[in-house]
């Protein structure tokens, strides 16, 4: 069984919103069941600082042993901050998916987009877990 943290919001196709240190920006990354069906992530591509993303863009890609997957901005807004880290150490998005493994950090455009996601229950629900 994988991780739900509670107090995050996700997206369907597996990225999850956690509220930064300040209104209106928010890190965002990848779950811990989504790490686990990718196996071992060996390289993260992510977007330029200063991008602006709608909600539902690609904003990067991610690749494991079994397989690439592009990465989908869960809300829109503009990308503040990168994960460098994730270059020099891919695996982090394994060990620490909601921690040390977080990918971007991003100032909202719309607020209310987070409300639009699903809750830890109803993602688990989403997974069948």
Not at 4 to 23: A, F, I, N, R, T
Not at 93 to 108: A, E, S
């Amino acid at each position: 069984m994988s991780d739900v943290p509670g107090d995050l919001h996700y997206s369907e196709e597996h990225e999850y919103v956690k509220p930064g240190d300040d209104v209106g920006i928010v890190v965002v990354g990848i779950t811990d069941y989504a790490q686990g069906e990718l196996g071992d992530v060996v390289y993260v591509e992510l977007p330029q600082v200063g991008s602006k993303l709608d909600r539902m863009d690609v904003f990067g890609t991610i690749e494991a042993v079994k397989a690439v997957s592009e990465l989908f901005m869960p809300v829109s807004g503009e990308v503040l901050e990168i994960n460098d880290a994730l270059e020099g150490d891919p695996a982090l998005v394994n060990r620490d998916p909601y921690g040390d493994g977080w990918m971007i950090k991003v100032q909202l455009r719309n607020p209310g987009e987070v409300g639009e996601l699903l809750t830890a229950t109803d993602y688990q629900t989403h997974v069948g877990e």
